[in-house]
């Protein structure tokens, strides 16, 4: 990892140069550069296999980077920060036979300055199950108590990967109103995801990889406002693309057809006028997915989900 030392006026809380890290042939993550400023929800947004998950256990120390710097506070990354950071791993191994609150006593036994443990119990919402054994959580429940214990030692920067992934609609809900009070206090939080509606919900910045790479970078707001005008037309593949006025796009993607209009009343006269059925016809605003979609050919995969 680099030596040299970042000077800036307000420096990052975390900034990353030219990150890479590879198994044997293939490269894992590719060059990242990114920096996150203080009390800001930055999203690491991509499909398995990108190299979320690589990238986060760099930034937490748990694996070493080939080549490229991490620094906090524009300090050089070292053991100081990795154990001030607070981490939710996307699976983590709890002790058997204990019950929640049990386990979370556990933890905060680890830290000489633990959080208030009747506070976070309050925060996570963990007050019905206390006495229940941690194995019989549900998931919702079990995320919960997970984030809880990533908070156990008041970390001012919280990690978390994929932490909604395998929840219902609902418990995934709960959860982001949950990120979203711990964001007031002042946290920042890192957060992978390939929820593209949970990044446009929670992150005030991210990047967007794919094959390790980072293919878009900025606000969503931003991203989307920087890639889309006006509104998106999405039908079922007429099996050509019509031809329609300047200013539109049209692309067939996953068996559909998809145009980007700045007139949604002139691409369907359009439509019309070559005989295009319009039955199927979606009139959206762009969202992250169909950024993802437009940059990279092919869409974000399914996942299965676990009731709250
Ligand atoms: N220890 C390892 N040895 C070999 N290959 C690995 C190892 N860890 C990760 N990989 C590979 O590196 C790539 C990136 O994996 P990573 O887990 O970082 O992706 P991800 O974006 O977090 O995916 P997911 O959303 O599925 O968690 C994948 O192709 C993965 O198979």
């Not at 890479?20 to 296999?49: I, M, R, T």
């Not at 070292?78 to 006593?105: I, N, S």
């Not at 998106?232 to 593949?237: A, C, G, N, S």
């Not at 796009?249 to 295009?276: E, N």
Request: net charge negative.
């Amino acid at each position: 990892m680099g030596v040299e030392k970042v000077s800036s006026a307000a420096p990052a809380v975390l900034a990353v140069s030219q990150l890479c890290k590879s198994y044997g042939a293939l490269k894992a993550v590719n060059n990242l550069s990114f920096s996150v400023q203080a009390g800001q929800c930055f999203g690491l947004l991509g499909p398995n296999g990108a190299g979320k998950t690589t990238t986060l256990e760099m930034l937490e120390g748990i694996i070493k980077p080939d080549s490229g710097s991490i620094f906090y506070h524009a300090e050089v990354a070292g053991r100081r920060h990795f154990q001030q950071l607070g981490v939710q791993f996307q699976q983590t191994a709890l002790q058997d036979f204990l019950t929640v609150e049990e386990t979370l006593r556990m933890f905060a036994a680890f830290y000489p300055e633990p959080a208030d443990i009747q506070e976070l119990i309050k925060l996570c919402d963990l007050t019905d199950f206390l006495t229940q054994d941690h194995k019989k959580l549900s998931g919702g429940q079990r995320q919960r108590l997970l984030l809880a214990l990533a908070l156990v030692n008041q970390p001012q920067i919280l990690f978390l990967d994929e932490p909604t992934t395998g929840l219902d609609p609902h418990a995934r809900r709960n959860f982001w109103m949950l990120i979203k009070q711990i964001k007031q206090q002042g946290r920042t939080i890192i957060l992978t995801t390939h929820y593209m509606d949970e990044a446009e919900q929670l992150c005030d910045d991210l990047i967007i990889v794919d094959k390790g790479q980072i293919i878009a970078q900025g606000s969503p707001q931003a991203l989307l406002r920087q890639h889309f005008e006006g509104a998106l037309l999405q039908l079922p593949d007429p099996g050509f693309i019509p031809s329609l006025p300047d200013g539109h796009h049209a692309s067939l993607q996953g068996g559909q057809l998809c145009i980007q209009t700045p007139d949604v009343q002139q691409s369907i006269q359009a439509l019309l006028q070559q005989q295009v059925q319009l039955q199927g016809l979606l009139v959206k605003s762009a969202t992250l997915d169909d950024l993802f979609l437009k940059l990279t050919g092919h869409a974000l995969s399914g996942v299965t989900m676990e009731a709250e």
